[in-house]
């Protein structure tokens, strides 16, 4: 790929998507030479060549070379025992899944260690018949497998804040991860029970010591929520809800009950702490929004992105996720000048509804400052708006729901940073 042959598609270096196929000689790898193929490189054989490695192992581990890789968690509180975050490390993570190991985590009162066989999940309320399930009775329900993002209310929520924090793709934006959930459509156990025609809200609550609870409207409830058992093809984890958890695709993970145990058909909302105290939105005119429901049509690129550097001149892949609660991504367009001019990113594989999907675009960095940015379109027809947009429409008294384009800027040393434009 030589400079003449380079077909530009924006201003400050974006690349035509067709170049994507001939990266790996125009920039990381390195073109192989006469003398790394000679003899004298034939002979250096690696030590992990020379005698056998160990055997199988029951429960497998990552190469220790990867350890690095963690999720971020901020510091315990002591006043708030189990409380918390952990946030995916996005800059390191390449296609859609998120490993089980990494998925972020939010505890209202830590992990719960429960036994499944002691575990019990109760339909109440405005039923036909209240129904008690063991653990092992709902294994033999048919069961379903969705993809779907996961993402917290107050994910990237520091970006309202009046000066840009100095922060990475996961520090910022890691309290969203994606995973192919397994389990029992809502619709099946609920019409067993036979719902009430007065019920119009599902009350669940956890068996953590939060007893965390919220109220689910009926039409999602008979629509496409999970009683999730299986996350990515295992047993959900203990931190995502062990032995199962309600599954809300595209809400507000808030609402996806991890620690499931109890399910109650009532006519009115629960009103319970985390739909009124928290995860409300306060308006400038200070009236507070209840029941923010889908989050809202968003990407980010994970590379480069915050804190990394560019450490040469040249073509690199700008790459990142894409998600919308209300469909499928359908676009990601790319701007290397902070939204001056945009270029069409390419979207990988399948765009599964209320999933992650991978875009990438080429681009080439002459050494001089850019600012990166990204906005997705979904099926819907919504497009992501800029921070100033979401700041008129939304206010800075609320930071939940904020899904506003991320700038990146690039300075002539190659560091990459959070900034407002
Ligand atoms: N029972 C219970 N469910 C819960 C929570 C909790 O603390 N207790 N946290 C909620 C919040 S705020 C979020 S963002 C998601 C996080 O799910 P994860 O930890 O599997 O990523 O679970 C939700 N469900
Ligand atoms: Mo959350």
């Known amino acids: 790929m030589t400079q003449e042959k380079l077909e530009r598609v924006a201003g400050n270096g974006l690349l035509s998507r067709r170049h994507l196929l001939g990266m790996g000689l ?49 510091n315990p509180n002591p006043t708030y025992p189990g409380g918390g975050a952990s946030r995916s490390p996005l800059a390191e993570l390449q296609g859609t899944i998120t490993p089980n190991s990494l998925h972020f985590e939010r505890h209202h009162a830590g992990i719960p260690d429960i036994d499944p066989s002691m575990h019990k999940l109760v339909i109440n309320g405005l039923v036909r018949q209240p129904l008690v399930f063991d653990y092992e009775d709902l294994l033999k329900y048919p069961m379903v497998s969705k993809i779907h993002f996961l993402e917290c209310s107050g994910n990237s929520g520091s970006l309202l804040r ?66 999730a058992l299986f996350q990515n093809g295992e047993p959900v984890r203990p931190e995502q809800g062990y032995p199962m958890r ?43 929004l209840q029941f923010t429901f889908p989050m809202g049509t968003k990407s980010l690129i994970t590379s480069p992105s915050g804190q990394m550097a560019l450490n040469r001149q040249g073509i690199y892949q700008v790459t990142g996720i894409a998600w919308s609660g209300r469909g499928s991504i359908r676009r990601v367009e790319v701007s290397a000048d902070g939204g001056r001019s945009w270029a069409d990113a390419e979207i990988e594989s399948h765009q599964s509804d209320k999933a992650l999907a991978r875009f990438r675009i080429p681009w080439e960095w002459s050494g001089g400052s850019a600012v990166l940015q990204s906005r997705a379109t979904d099926s819907e027809g919504n497009v992501q708006p800029t921070r100033d947009a979401v700041l008129a429409d939304h206010g800075r008294l609320s930071s939940y729901h904020n899904h506003c384009i991320q700038s990146w800027a690039v300075n002539s040393n190659g560091g990459v940073a959070n900034v407002y434009v």
């Open 26 to 74: 125009a920039g990381a790898g390195s073109v192989m030479t006469n003398s790394a193929l000679g003899a004298d490189a034939g002979l250096q054989i690696p030590s992990w060549s020379k005698v056998p490695g160990p055997g199988a192992s029951g429960y497998g581990n990552r190469s220790s070379h990867t350890e690095h890789m963690q999720r971020m968690s901020g």
């Open 162 to 227: 009046p000066s840009p924090a100095d922060g990475s793709a996961q520090s910022l934006h890691g309290l969203v991860s994606c995973a192919e959930w397994t389990g029992i459509p809502l619709s099946t156990l609920l019409d067993e029970a036979g719902v009430d025609p007065a019920a119009q809200w599902v009350s669940a609550v956890g068996a953590d010591a939060a007893s965390m609870g919220r109220s689910v409207p009926i039409d999602k409830a008979m629509d496409d929520v999970l009683v």
């Open 246 to 288: 309600l599954f809300c695709p595209g809400w507000e993970g808030n609402i996806s009950v991890k620690w499931l145990t109890q399910l109650k058909l009532t006519s009115e909302p629960s009103q319970f702490r985390d739909e009124t105290s928290k995860y409300t939105d306060t308006l400038p005119d200070r009236n507070s």
